[in-house]
């Protein structure tokens, strides 16, 4: 007889044996300084509970290419710990750590919902109505590039630039490395121009 699933909401660290029927809405690989590579990742059930995942590097090549962002599936077992990650990207205070015992069945499932963003109310951010170790949604016009450093002599390459949202306030921002990057190649691109008689 199989498990039933469990709600993301009640995972905690008093067992090993989970059963989460999830949507991976984020996937990404992570490298340290000292060149050793572990993939993160952000799970959401049928509620759209989320829940932080480390892939520790001794498992990364087991699940690189096959793990994928918006895919369903059936997860097995893992470890709970407390959500000590340097930025959370979601509320839940745990995260889930695969093991030896970890499977990962891809299955087509319909109820679960589509990646979701929650965006964060720039007087929110203004009023300090959020944490600061907390990485949050946020959506505006680009009013201005403030400064940009491409990627020599050893610094890392970020774009600093200002976001207004609809309600005409406006939020400084910074974008490191590849997400800055690609924001200075398309702000750049002839193509991306609209000119306005």
């Not at 992570?30 to 799970?43: A, D, P």
């Not at 793990?67 to 509320?91: A, H, P």
């Not at 929110?124 to 990627?151: A, S, T």
């Amino acid at each position: 007889m199989s498990r039933n699933f469990s709600p993301i909401k009640d995972v905690n660290d008093s067992k090993e044996t989970w059963r989460l029927v999830v949507r991976v809405v984020d996937f990404w690989s992570v490298i340290n300084n000292k060149g050793k590579e572990h993939l993160e990742m952000v799970i959401m059930d049928v509620s759209g509970d989320r829940i932080q995942v480390l892939i520790r590097s001794d498992n990364t090549p087991k699940w690189k290419a096959r793990i994928r962002e918006n895919m369903s599936c059936i997860i097995n077992n893992g470890t709970v710990y407390d959500n000590d990650f340097q930025w959370k990207l979601c509320d839940h205070d745990k995260k889930f750590v695969f093991i030896g015992g970890t499977t990962v069945k891809e299955v087509d499932i319909q109820n679960l919902p589509p990646k979701r963003f929650f965006f964060k109310d720039f007087t929110d951010i203004l009023g300090g109505n959020c944490e600061m170790n907390r990485l949050e949604d946020i959506i505006g016009v680009v009013q201005e590039i403030n400064n940009f450093q491409y990627n020599n002599s050893g610094k890392k390459s970020f774009v600093s630039l200002s976001l207004k949202d609809l309600k005409g306030v406006i939020v400084n921002c910074t974008l490191w490395e590849s997400y800055g990057t690609k924001i200075l190649d398309f702000y750049h691109d002839e193509k991306t121009v609209v000119t306005v008689k």
